[in-house]
């Protein structure tokens, strides 16, 4: 039941101002709705106007049965749904966000972890506790367990649960100790935890003794969750404290064969003779480890290298290791074949540039392939490992921390000094957060994709305190990182180089750079009143001992010039001469009277259109200043410049600084065709193509951005994916990227394209759509027989249906019925019943093979039929599963020859006819023979496909266009089609049944009427035969033999006749 509701913001919020808001809204005709919505998944319910009898609520509600939603119940990773509120669909009126999660399934929840203590016990830890781990579920981020790292004075395991996100007070609190340590005592004396991770399966818990794996976490068993420890060769107790464990997160919701979890644990410690490794890696469920330190091939040059991290490349199938040497650190990235690690590297190993830089870890971004490598400078790979680009560099701090956000793609890094840095993922630039005050705190991201601080609060009924960051208006501006002074040099009128000004007394010597380096690139300078510049990239300089660095700025809104108000020098003709140094110049104006240069103009910049600019660095007169040229092979010395063709920009700090560089507001927007959320999880078969629509359209911009590029895209794995691309620009400059996906080989594997505006705020609610694609079936993907004669519900149902001859289209199966065999009718041998009733007897079931065949299936083990609980669906249904139920099947009238079949193919919202590339298997489920199927109008290439595919399966292929079917026995016949492999990852099939009725008598029976008959007419026609060669009177034999027996002669019987007379007088 969800209850919807309309308040003012700005005003009283009560039951009253509620009640009015919605007749307000429901006399309108609009009432909420509610979307569902998730990677594979999304669902829009309508919540119901309000009748005029219900005048008295305040609120619409909404009842939605789970199975509208899910209906499974097993426990299994499953991914937390997002809401998403309108007043009305498509209005996009008050939206509101939420989260739905399915407490029933999510794994961790099931189970209690150990000793299960209230909050209040935590008191006498929690001034022990050094830091916090933290890890939330891959699926459901709402859901998260917490973990307190205590000193040596407090040892144990502390554990909290959280289904909300840690809101509520609701964390739930274990003591995980004795459930560590039920063994053996003395094993676990010093027991602290380092560092937790909850993968789709197991808790997985890092501590001082050695690493512990829980079971599934998928199959409860309503006891305490155990674990089992791992424990590795050669490492003594305090080696764990520097170790770390590394995990790439993915969320295995919809998991296919080839995904599976991997665990990575490094030491930091030189590898010796007594360790071969100091890096173990192992696949799910992590009984098995191996070293992801390759063996060094033959003739190799050797090199020290201690691991920093190791992570799992899922898309790409490689194991990406970040080591450091005596001198740099890199990057190194292995193939893995059977889950071993090639001696090969798949790219050259990346070394970073900067000997100085201290690796601490890295990360990928969940669901994407943008890898992080972060200590204390930050780099970005967008290809697996092979190049890095520097995000940030810091001096003196080193990020110790960091935190994804899944639906936003937020990533935030911690610093060791408690400053909070964050980005979004792909994009290059960042944008400074809040500092913390606390010293143990943690990052936490929601499943809405906010970030929050987590500390403790012992007021706190679950002693912990969470804080949402807003990074909308927590940035703070980078003004101090950037507080030189600026000297513009303009390239065109739309693109503006400025150069970083910072004098020194000792001109040999170049001045310390800036304590950040390479940071601005995605911030704006900020002038004031008005005037704005993007900043698109930096670079050093080394030409020059004044200039720092350069960077190069779009003009978003026009810096304003100096008025001859205030710098009254710009009326008068200027001209470029040799300076004392070997950079600096002297200005010299002409003429200036009193309106010359003043001190003011000091740091102020002389702009040239098409030459050098120049710093203004200082007056010696008010006819001569010394300057500094941006560009020293561009100063037109000695040329008189008309006061009309020079012009002054004021970017100097001595005077009052009018410029701040702070972090750029959302200049684009993003309209997509295909309504594709930020994150979007497709299948892509074989026969599959997807297609993209994406169009960014510039906004607030000083100058029209003729065809420029908006959009990146990034593709995580493009040895798997075809993308073909389209890119354009329409009337208002808006750029269009058009670009469509199918699979390029019979492979399987995941891939996920990033379709990134790279010129981005880091702010923007929208930076970027991940689009997951894997390699498999599609859901919802299937083929069905097309029958001849339709058979719906409705014609199911009816008691005899017939057709426009009067002939009964279906047929009532007799009760425990079972098809003919290659025995004949009495005789079945097949495993199915049909029509099946326990509580009856069965069928033909005469003979020893009927006796020993034929296994009940849905009503196995019931007494009865109405036991079975078939339903209709499972009645009409004609899989071989759902036999027992089978009543009724399609019946046609024998002979059975040359019946045509078809078959369609349906995903997602498309429906076709099954055609050529596919083929398929046919197979009468009963092993009945006497049918055929045969193919017409086929070409000799599929001919030669049909028969090589024939050859390859050992079973006869077809293609599935024009097939004929003809039966030549009687009574059911149970069909199943099957798509070969190789066409589609999927494992397409249909069944389909028919009756053959009113056929002959069965064998032997018709070859025994047939042979008498022919026998009789035979002989008829051999006695004629006989007859004729004889010449034999039949007639005359006939009347012959007839009157032989039956005819009397006249003379004989009166002669007879008077002899009796005369006998009898003489007597007398």
Not at 855 to 878: G, I, Q, V, W
Request: aromatic content about 12%.
């Amino acid at each position: 039941m969800i209850n919807c509701y309309l308040y003012n913001i700005e005003g009283e919020d009560s039951l009253e101002t509620r009640r009015k808001l919605l007749l307000r809204y429901n006399s309108a005709g609009l009432a909420p709705t509610v979307e569902i919505f998730n990677s594979t998944y999304s669902q829009i319910f309508y919540f119901k106007l309000i009748m005029q009898d219900e005048d008295l609520e305040s609120t619409w509600s909404i009842d939605i049965p789970r199975v509208n939603i899910t209906y499974n119940t097993d426990i299994a990773p499953i991914e937390e749904w997002f809401l998403k509120f309108r007043m009305h669909h498509g209005l996009n009126m008050f939206p509101t966000e939420g989260t739905l999660l399915d407490i029933l399934r999510e794994p961790i929840l099931q189970w209690q972890l150990g000793e299960r203590i209230p909050a209040e016990h935590l008191d006498a830890v929690l001034p022990h506790v050094i830091n916090i781990t933290l890890s939330a579920s891959p699926c459901a981020n709402d859901v998260a367990v917490i973990g307190l790292i205590c000193n040596a004075t407090a040892p144990g395991v502390y554990v909290g649960v959280t289904y909300a996100g840690f809101a509520f007070d609701n964390t739930t609190w274990f003591n995980m100790t004795r459930s560590l340590c039920q063994s053996n005592d003395d094993v676990c004396d010093g027991l602290s935890l380092l560092k937790i991770v909850l993968t789709n399966h197991h808790l997985v818990l890092l501590t001082t003794v050695g690493l512990y794996i829980s079971e599934d976490l998928c199959y409860p068993t309503g006891k305490i969750l155990t674990f089992y420890n791992v424990t590795f060769c050669g490492f003594e107790m305090h080696d764990y404290f520097s170790a770390n464990l590394w995990y790439n997160t993915q969320c295995l919701a919809n998991r296919e064969t080839y995904e599976e979890d991997v665990i990575s644990v490094t030491f930091n410690k030189e590898k010796s003779w007594s360790l071969l490794s100091t890096c173990f890696y192992s696949y799910s469920p992590f009984v098995f480890w191996s070293n992801c330190l390759p063996l060094r091939s033959f003739g190799k040059k050797k090199f020290s290298k201690r691991p920093i991290a190791f992570l799992m490349d899922y898309q790409q199938n490689t194991g990406v290791s970040i080591y450091k040497t005596q001198k740099r650190a890199l990057v190194a990235v292995h193939k893995l074949t059977r889950r071993r690690l090639s001696k090969k590297v798949k790219f050259p190993m990346f070394q970073f540039p900067n000997s100085g830089f201290m690796p601490y870890g890295m990360f990928f971004h969940p669901e994407t392939h943008f890898l992080y490598v972060y200590g204390n400078e930050v780099w970005l790979s967008s290809d697996g490992g092979n190049s890095f680009h520097l995000l940030f560099s810091l001096e003196k701090e080193h990020i110790v921390k960091t935190n994804t956000c899944v639906y936003t793609h937020t990533v935030a890094f911690v610093s060791d000094k408690g400053s909070i840095f964050f980005s979004k993922a792909g994009l290059e630039t960042y944008a400074r957060s809040v500092t913390s005050t606390k010293n143990v705190f943690s990052l936490y991201c929601d499943h809405l994709g906010d970030l929050h601080l987590i500390n403790f609060n012992s007021s706190n009924m679950d002693r912990l305190s969470i804080r949402k960051i807003d990074v909308l208006t927590s940035a703070e501006e980078l003004n101090k990182s950037f507080d030189n002074i600026l000297a513009p040099q303009y390239i065109t009128e739309q693109k503006i180089i400025f150069f970083e000004y910072k004098p020194t007394k000792k001109k040999k010597r170049r001045p310390k750079r800036s304590p950040v380096r390479f940071l601005h690139k995605g911030q704006v300078i900020q002038y004031r009143p008005v005037g704005a510049g993007l900043i698109v990239d930096e670079f050093p300089l080394g030409y020059s001992p004044y200039y720092l660095s350069a960077v190069i700025v779009n003009v978003l809104e026009k810096f304003p010039i100096e008025s001859e108000e205030s710098s009254p020098c710009i009326k008068h003709t200027l001209t470029v001469t040799n300076g004392s140094g070997d950079y600096n110049v002297t200005l010299r104006l002409s003429r200036p009277g009193n309106d010359g240069f003043r001190i003011t103009d000091v740091e102020k910049t002389v702009v040239i259109p098409g030459s050098s600019s120049f710093l203004i660095t200082a007056i010696v007169d008010n006819e001569t200043a010394k300057a500094e040229p941006t560009m020293p092979e561009k100063v037109p010395f000695d040329v008189g410049i008309p006061s009309s063709q020079w012009f002054m920009h004021n970017f100097g700090t001595t005077n009052g600084k009018k410029w701040e560089l702070k972090v750029d507001t959302c200049r684009y927007s993003v309209q997509q065709n295909t309504h594709t959320a930020r994150n979007v999880i497709k299948y892509l078969d074989l026969d599959t193509t997807y297609n993209f629509t994406f169009r960014v359209i510039p906004q607030y911009s000083a100058y029209p951005m003729f065809q420029k590029r908006l959009i990146s895209l990034f593709i995580g794995n493009p040895s798997l994916l075809e993308v073909t691309t389209k890119e354009y620009w329409d009337e208002i400059d808006g750029y269009i990227l058009q670009f469509s996906v199918h699979n390029k080989f019979n492979q399987q594997g995941k891939s996920s394209i990033a379709v990134v505006i790279p010129e981005a705020s880091c702010i923007c609610q929208t930076s970027a759509f991940i689009i997951t694609l894997k390699t498999g079936c599609l859901h919802g993907k299937s083929i069905h027989y097309i029958s001849p004669v339709p058979v719906t519900p409705e014609l199911w149902l009816q008691k005899a249906p017939k057709d426009d001859n009067g002939f009964p289209i279906l047929k009532e199966l007799p009760v425990n019925y079972r098809p003919p065999s290659v025995y004949g009718i009495g005789i079945p041998i097949s495993d199915n019943f049909y029509n099946a009733d326990p509580s009856k007897p069965r069928m033909r079931n005469y003979f020893t093979d009927s006796k020993v065949s034929g296994f009940y299936k849905k009503c196995a083990n019931k007494s009865s039929r109405a036991e079975c609980n078939c339903t209709l669906a499972e009645k009409m249904s004609s899989l071989e599963i759902f036999s027992d139920c089978t009543e009724k099947v399609l019946r046609m009238r024998y002979p059975v020859t040359k019946l045509p079949i078809h078959f369609k193919l349906k995903y997602s919202n498309s429906i076709k006819n099954l055609t050529f590339p596919y083929f398929v298997t046919i197979k009468e489920v009963n092993q009945r023979e006497n049918w055929e199927v045969r193919g017409i109008n086929e070409t000799s290439g599929i001919l030669k496909i049909r028969f090589h595919l024939t050859k390859k399966l050992k079973t006869t292929v077809y293609s599935p266009d024009s097939l004929i079917l003809s039966l030549y026995g009687s009574e059911l016949f149970h069909f199943k089609v099957s798509t070969v492999p190789g066409v589609s990852h999927c494992n397409l099939s249909d069944e389909f049944q028919i009756y053959v009725d009113e056929a002959p008598l069965a064998f032997p029976g018709s070859f025994l009427i047939s042979a008498l008959t022919a026998l009789f007419i035979g002989s008829i026609i051999f006695v004629a035969f006989l007859v004729q060669l004889y010449q034999v009177n039949i007639w005359e034999e006939v009347k012959r033999k007839c009157g032989r027996f039956n005819k009397v002669s006249p003379s004989e019987s009166s002669s007879t006749a008077a002899a009796t007379s005369a006998s009898v007088g003489e007597q007398s």
